[in-house]
């Protein structure tokens, strides 16, 4: 399917009707297959340092591999992949509060920021010596200096990349995110940071949540903690790249004076941070909400194996995981002269 065919389907999908719902179960119960092997997988030891999102997309390409994807099945794959991804991404606000992000200090925030900042600049410039193509060098930086895949596949709901290039970028993120969170609590000990140093150099920098939470801990409970609040304050950083991603593409496709739409899924994560900030959140609703999202991104991630062709991806070369890996050396070592010379 070329990316035109795929871009006009997917543009085609709108919130069913009870008359048009039932066309979408096949392809939902399809998604439910690698979500729940990647939520499940999560459990064996040897891969819980890997997200449950991670394991689902990874199963969900080897599902499209060797089974395809199967016509009466497309529906509702994409309903899930560009709709309940948006409902995800929303309720990641409610793990966040401006206290939290109050709690790094403004030197702290400022690091964080100006980390993300850079990192996207430098990765989209390098992006173009390498001749990575434009959206896919969003995608990785957009998962590079924010939070991994939860990020692509936001930044993705307005790049419009093919899939082949979100799998790309989660791939990147996750390579390279683990390789950090495996090397930190090393580092830090070698290069003798402070606990509270060491937590939010994990969290200005490592890639996904888990394995933000994975690596600090392992430097003990001050830095752990620390590290992810850090790294939730990065994650409210979501919405300016994302609305700043679509700014990119209007300029990129020529569409001059166009208003832009407002991807409403920002509007919604930054209403439930500002709602979690007033403590209107009913403590029911904030229990289940981690295990809420966590569910249905793994869900989109899920789809989004199964919208995935291997060899499109493989097609795409080498040039991008170098772009990766040089994205993720530049967020961890810019953050760490930052935190020792600035902030410690």
């Known amino acids: 399917m070329v990316h035109s065919a795929h871009t006009a389907a997917v543009s085609a999908v709108r919130w069913p009707t009870l008359s048009s719902a039932t066309r979408l179960v096949p392809g939902l119960v399809y998604c439910l297959i690698p979500a729940a092997a990647g939520l499940a997988l999560h459990r064996v030891p040897a891969l819980g340092l890997f997200s449950p999102m991670i394991l689902a997309v990874v199963v969900g390409i080897a599902l499209r ?8 099945t497309q529906a509702g794959v994409t309903f899930v992949l560009k709709r309940l991804l948006r409902i995800a991404v929303a309720l990641l606000g409610l793990q966040l509060t401006a206290a939290q992000v109050a709690a790094v200090g403004p030197t702290g925030v400022a690091i964080i920021a100006f980390s993300l900042v850079a990192t996207f600049v430098f990765t989209k410039t390098v992006g173009r010596w390498l001749g990575v193509p434009a959206p896919l060098a969003e995608l990785i930086a957009a998962g590079t200096s924010i939070c991994g895949a939860s990020a692509v596949v936001a930044a993705n709901t307005v790049t419009q990349a ?3 290039d979100a799998a790309y970028a989660v791939a990147c993120v996750t390579v390279f995110g683990s390789i950090a969170m495996l090397s930190y609590p090393a580092l830090g000990a070698a290069l003798h940071l402070a606990p509270r140093a060491v937590g939010l150099w994990a969290g200005a920098s490592i890639h996904e949540i888990a394995q933000v939470v994975a690596a600090a801990f392992q430097s003990g409970q001050q830095a752990g903690e620390f590290g992810t609040v850090a790294k ?16 990119l593409r209007r300029r990129r496709e020529g569409t001059g004076g166009k208003p832009m739409p407002m991807p409403w899924f920002i509007l919604g994560f930054v209403a439930l941070v500002a709602l979690n900030s007033l403590h209107a959140v009913p403590a029911v609703v904030k229990d289940w909400a981690p295990g809420v999202t966590t569910s249905l991104l793994t869900l989109a991630l899920a789809a989004m194996g199964l919208h995935t062709h291997v060899g499109r991806m493989a097609a795409k070369g080498f040039a991008p995981l170098a772009l990766g890996a040089l994205a993720s050396l530049f967020i961890a070592g810019l953050s760490l002269v930052l935190i020792v010379t600035v902030w410690a």
Do not use: F, N, W, Y
Not at 232 to 241: D, E, G, K, N, Q
């Open 232 to 247: 939730l304050t990065r994650v409210a950083m979501l919405a300016p790249l994302v609305l700043s991603l679509g700014a």
């Open 162 to 164: 093919d899939d082949e």
């Open 65 to 72: 591999s060797a089974v395809g994807l199967p016509r009466v």
